[in-house]
């Protein structure tokens, strides 16, 4: 008759899942709320944008025929190229063709410019940065409790 006591071991092991579970949990909260993280995600943002301004193209100009088999597709298509329009500000012309074949011509020139060392200064500065080598190291150590030694 060890029924009683499997089902008490179940619901036991089921607590200490769920102990588990809400540690993991607590965990990350106090890792995303500490000073240092959110130092560091700051940087990698604010340093992000920057360098994504820094590789967009400057001037979008282009012509794009295209079509599909069937129209539904061609208008499904066309519907998320119209999303799209807020980043090439109208400066590539789409043309559909609802016509039973599967067509794809176009040309599209970009001007812009990516310098080599913005990227060597971006990725310097986030090595070199203390909140993220902080963030870095309690990641990689976060097994290991906040006040024992490693």
Request: hydrophobic share 30%; charged share 30%.
């Given at each position: 008759m060890g029924i009683p006591s499997k089902i008490f071991k179940k619901i036991r092991n089921l607590t200490l899942t769920i102990k588990k579970f809400c540690g993991k949990?607590?965990?990350y909260k106090e890792f995303i709320n500490h000073a240092q993280t959110r130092a560091a995600l700051s940087l990698v943002w604010?340093?992000?944008k920057k360098l994504v301004r820094h590789v967009l193209p400057t001037r979008?100009?282009?012509?794009i025929t295209f079509g599909c088999e069937d129209p539904s597709i061609t208008g499904t298509v066309l519907a998320v190229l119209g999303m799209t329009i807020p980043f090439h500000k109208n400066a590539i012309a789409v043309t559909p063709l609802f016509d039973s074949e599967n067509v794809?011509?176009?040309e599209v020139m970009l001007k812009g410019r990516i310098y080599g060392i913005m990227l060597l200064k971006t990725a310097a500065e986030l090595y070199f940065n203390k909140?993220?080598?902080y963030v870095i190291h309690r990641w990689r150590h976060k097994e290991v409790n906040h006040g024992e030694r490693e």
């Open positions: 949990i607590n965990w604010k340093d992000g979008i100009t282009g012509k794809l011509e176009g909140h993220i080598k």
